[in-house]
């Protein structure tokens, strides 16, 4: 592992609610719901590829996977988790993160709600994958069961292309999706860090504003949020129009692996 510490587990003002250090031997699905918003595909084609070993959670891309959805989101692969679902009956357009006009459900699924806070600090321990093609990310989405709760809550996004031995560009912000209150207001902060090692990246969303964090050091604050629950989503995507011919994969798997994942909720909002 990373000689990186790891962030003290203590904030002031919060007490930790959602924990997983990936000391099991194999994927907590009580907190985790291994798909990727399924609903627009099926569980077969939105599986997360993912392993659990020596305290470290591994997500892959291996060189058998097929696209999660070529339909509707091209030649792209994905393996993520997720910490909650919502969608409505086969054929409806009720479901989160519509991305595209033309979705419907095509699979139906049961109600999860693993965790889906309503305002708290989070924070991952991961490492990114510095190869151009793929990219990492943390992020919240609504819970939706109203269409316009649906923003998003980006707490890191990396892209490998974006990434050297001693600069990264982290993407932290929000983005409203079909949410009318909350506008667009994405940055990418450049930074002198080795991304391809373990860093801490983290957001405290609080009522009318979010505050995005590395290594405990603050990076942004935007003076709005969302005001509904939201889970978390955590994976790795492979972007094949962003591969080149110099970067095109021969060795598998590609592999973000992640350290710890960690939700606190405010003490003073008893």
């Known amino acids: 592992m990373s000689e990186f510490p790891a962030s003290n587990i203590v904030k002031r003002g919060y007490e930790l609610e959602f924990d997983d250090e990936f000391e099991q031997s194999e994927l907590d699905t009580t907190r985790w719901f291994p798909w990727y918003l399924?609903?627009?595909?099926?569980?077969?084609?939105?599986?997360?590829?993912?392993?659990?070993?020596?305290?470290?959670?591994?997500?892959?891309?291996?060189?058998?996977?097929?696209?999660?959805?070529p339909e509707f989101d091209?030649?792209?692969?994905?393996?993520?988790?997720?910490?909650?679902?919502?969608?409505?009956?086969?054929?409806?357009?009720?479901g989160q993160h519509r991305f595209n006009s033309h979705l419907v459900v095509r699979e139906e699924q049961?109600?999860?709600?693993?965790?889906?806070?309503?305002?708290?600090?989070?924070?991952?321990?991961?490492?990114?994958?510095?190869?151009?093609?793929?990219?990492?990310?943390?992020?919240?989405?609504g819970f939706e069961q109203s269409p316009d709760q649906s923003a998003e809550i980006c707490i890191c996004e990396l892209f490998g292309a974006e990434l050297s031995p001693t600069e990264a560009k982290v993407g932290c912000g929000l983005r409203p999706f079909a949410d009318p209150v909350i506008r667009d207001e994405f940055y990418k902060e450049s930074v002198s860090i080795d991304a391809g090692q373990f860093h801490v990246y983290a957001a405290n969303w609080q009522?009318?504003?979010?505050?995005?964090?590395?290594?405990?050091?603050?990076?942004?604050?935007?003076?709005?949020?969302?005001?509904?629950?939201?889970?978390?989503?955590?994976?790795?995507?492979e972007i094949p129009a962003q591969l080149s011919a110099a970067s095109l994969p021969t060795d598998w798997p590609k592999t973000l692996q992640v350290d710890y994942v960690r939700g606190y909720r405010a003490t003073d909002r008893d």
């Not at 049961?110 to 990310?137: C, D, H, Q, S, W």
């Open 207 to 237: 009522p009318g504003q979010v505050e995005f964090f590395l290594d405990d050091k603050r990076l942004r604050r935007v003076k709005q949020s969302p005001a509904y629950p939201m889970q978390l989503m955590l994976g790795i995507y």
């Open 110 to 141: 049961p109600t999860i709600a693993n965790y889906t806070p309503l305002f708290g600090y989070f924070e991952v321990r991961l490492k990114a994958v510095a190869i151009p093609g793929y990219m990492v990310a943390l992020w919240m989405i």
């Open 38 to 69: 399924p609903q627009w595909s099926s569980r077969k084609q939105a599986a997360a590829r993912c392993s659990v070993a020596s305290g470290c959670l591994s997500l892959h891309i291996e060189a058998d996977q097929q696209p999660w959805c």
């Open 74 to 94: 091209g030649a792209i692969r994905v393996s993520s988790l997720q910490t909650g679902c919502y969608a409505g009956a086969l054929g409806s357009t009720i």
